[in-house]
């Protein structure tokens, strides 16, 4: 009679998982689809012509040089909805185009170049400032009220007030101009080929730490603060109490019961905050001159590359979509109630 009885609510659970799981995957993709038209549309909106950009910078301003790159580029083709069309059949095709400034490069291959920079700051200064966010939230939650939770809660509200770019400027003045620690441009030392396996990872960091730095400094937070909050819910629930009045450590109340389900909720922050961090990496990689996707992407709308910018934003595009879509598919497994909500 129970097994009767708990069937048609495992039924019940499964369609509203089904459903949340359409929902989320059709709003992901029509989120692809309106991506995709603004990145057609809105380096257009810059205005000038790219191939008379780059006749004058390879031809002295030659106009039959710009006519014939207009014809290779297709860029001749008044309608824009044709070119709409022509672009949307290409990027089906997995075919970017051709990078105007870098030609004959496709611009895959010039983003598959920038990438790997991105990616591993993003990733590194995601990954430390969620943990560092993680130990002061947590202990800011378990001492409130301290000077110690005081402290980081000014120095995260101040620093969530900051942006990426304000940051990346005075650490430039401070750590390589003034004081000459870190260099700046390019991803390693001139010297780089004719180093070991351990200079070229020397090097490598080297002249990565102020950009990963900056965006741990940016994003740490925002990490702060959820934690800290969702910590000091926990803390407020019954089975907490209950589990001191009981006479259970402090050590195994605060990791075990308070910080193992604070955490469940700041999951989604994560997965979001990528998205975020993202952002941030692209005027953080242009003020360091970080051979990342930000410097590919503002190189390119200066010298109105058409296809290099649409592949660049198309690349952030995704990206923060796909983090989007595995924190709202991953979720309801944590916490099964977000579904039948």
């Known amino acids: 009679m129970a097994a009767q009885e708990s069937r048609p609510k495992e039924e019940t659970a499964l369609r509203y998982n089904a459903v949340y799981l359409l929902k ?83 611009v895959v291959d010039v983003m598959l170049k920038a990438l790997p920079w991105t990616i591993g700051t993003v ?23 301290t000077i110690f939770d005081n402290v980081s809660l000014f120095g995260s509200f101040f620093l969530n007030a900051v942006p990426y770019f304000w940051i990346a400027i005075l650490f430039v003045m401070i750590f390589a101009f003034h004081l000459d620690w870190f260099p700046l441009g390019q991803a390693f030392d001139p010297t780089y080929d004719s180093l070991d396996t351990g200079g070229k990872l020397l090097s490598i960091l080297h002249h990565a730490f102020l950009p990963v730095f900056t965006l741990i400094i940016a994003s740490l937070a925002g990490h702060i603060l959820v934690l800290r909050n969702n910590l000091m819910r926990v803390l407020s629930e019954d089975y907490m109490l209950l589990a001191k009045a009981k006479g259970i450590s402090e050590r195994r109340r605060k990791y075990m019961y308070g910080a193992r389900n604070a955490l469940l909720p700041s999951f989604t922050g994560l997965m979001m905050s990528l998205g975020h961090v993202i952002g941030g990496a692209i005027t953080t990689e242009i003020v360091f001159s970080y051979p990342g996707v930000g410097l590919v992407t503002f190189n390119a709308i200066l010298n109105h590359d058409y296809p290099l910018i649409q592949g660049a934003f198309l690349c952030i595009a995704v990206s923060v979509i796909i983090f989007n879509l595995i924190a709202d598919l991953v979720y309801p497994l944590i916490d099964p109630r977000v579904a039948l909500s």
């Open 24 to 106: 989320r995957i059709g709003f992901a993709l029509i989120t692809f689809y309106v991506a995709v038209t603004l990145n057609f549309l809105l380096p257009r909106l810059i205005g000038g012509d790219p191939a008379d950009t780059l006749a004058s910078e390879k031809a002295l301003g030659s106009q039959e040089v710009a006519k014939a790159l207009r014809e290779q580029f297709g860029l001749n083709d008044p309608s824009l909805f044709h070119q709409y069309v022509r672009y949307l059949k290409e990027l089906l095709q997995g075919n970017l185009g051709v990078s105007y400034v870098n030609y004959p490069a496709p």
């Open 123 to 145: 990733l590194t200064a995601t990954l430390l400032s969620y943990l560092v966010g993680w130990l002061i939230g947590i202990r800011g939650a378990w001492k409130a009220g």
